[in-house]
């Protein structure tokens, strides 16, 4: 096993994931490789189906892959136990779901604060870093109410606020915005990008919608589990093939 290089904070080499049971009976992941380096935001894009959900859940210790290496800070992820990846998951890395899912029971300053809580924080700091980032998404004055309560898009920003209240050095997002309005998708995604910049937290979002990728430091694209080059076309295209990228499989 070779270390990866010291200025990423994930390195991912060679993985390849096989869901037991996929229906179209190719491999999600089928050699992807690539780092992503301290406070960087890298969008994954891709169609549906790609990978990118997969690639998401390998590089955050949720899968195993089949075959391959992912490394967080120089130590590799996919030779650690269940319990040490599910702490390593839990203190170090957030996680945004495509749709937020909250623990019904608590309120929202408290499903924000419960990643803390569950890592011991005591309950009056966890209680203010959540009212923190609620606040800073804008829905600091709902911390009282149950998520039933909420629109889709409040959640969501709870989502969010969980997923940066614990100061994580990573956040995984799975398409978030993907059941927003277009104006809240934009608004969310800035706030999450802009937050994570100040905080110097490295983001990878998986999307579907290249326009994400203008928030990003730099996109990675799949296709069909692999990852793709996409090569603008030269200034001068000829009459009628217009200025769309194409993409070269690597
Ligand atoms: N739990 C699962 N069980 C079986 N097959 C799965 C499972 N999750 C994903 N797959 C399959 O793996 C492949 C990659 O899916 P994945 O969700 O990683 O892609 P994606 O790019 O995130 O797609 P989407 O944009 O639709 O979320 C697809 O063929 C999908 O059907």
């Known amino acids: 096993m070779v270390a990866p290089p010291d200025n990423d904070v994930l390195w991912a080499r060679a993985l390849h994931y096989a869901h037991s049971g996929s229906d179209s009976g190719s491999p999600a ?28 859940r390998c590089l955050s210790g949720q899968l ?36 937020p899912v909250l623990v019904p029971e608590l309120n929202v300053w408290e499903n924000a604060a419960l990643p803390l809580m569950l890592r011991g924080t005591p309950r009056r700091s966890a209680k203010s870093a959540a009212h923190e980032w609620l606040d800073r998404l804008d829905v600091g004055r709902l911390a009282r109410k149950r998520p039933h309560a909420l629109s889709v898009a409040e959640r969501q920003r709870v989502a969010i606020a969980r997923a940066l209240a614990h100061a ?29 910049r100040s905080h110097a937290i490295t983001v ?17 694209s799949l296709l069909d589990g692999r990852r793709v080059h996409t090569v603008p076309l030269p200034e001068k295209a000829p009459e009628g093939e217009g200025r769309a990228a194409c993409s070269l499989s690597v």
Do not use: C, Y
């Open 204 to 220: 990878v979002l998986a999307t579907h919608d290249s326009a994400v990728g203008a928030l990003a430091d730099r996109t990675e």
């Open 168 to 196: 994580p050095h990573v956040v995984f997002a799975d398409e978030p915005t993907a059941t927003l309005h277009r104006a809240d998708s934009a608004h969310i995604l800035r706030t999450l990008t802009a937050a994570a």
């Open 29 to 56: 992941l089928t050699g992807v490789s690539l780092g992503v380096r301290e406070g960087e935001i890298l969008a994954v894009t891709g169609p549906r189906g790609s990978g990118k959900t997969t690639l998401l």
């Open 64 to 99: 195993l892959p089949n075959q391959g290496e992912v490394w967080f800070n120089s130590t590799p992820v996919h030779t650690m136990g269940p319990l040490v990846r599910e702490r390593l998951r839990r203190d170090r890395f957030g996680w945004i779901d495509p749709e």
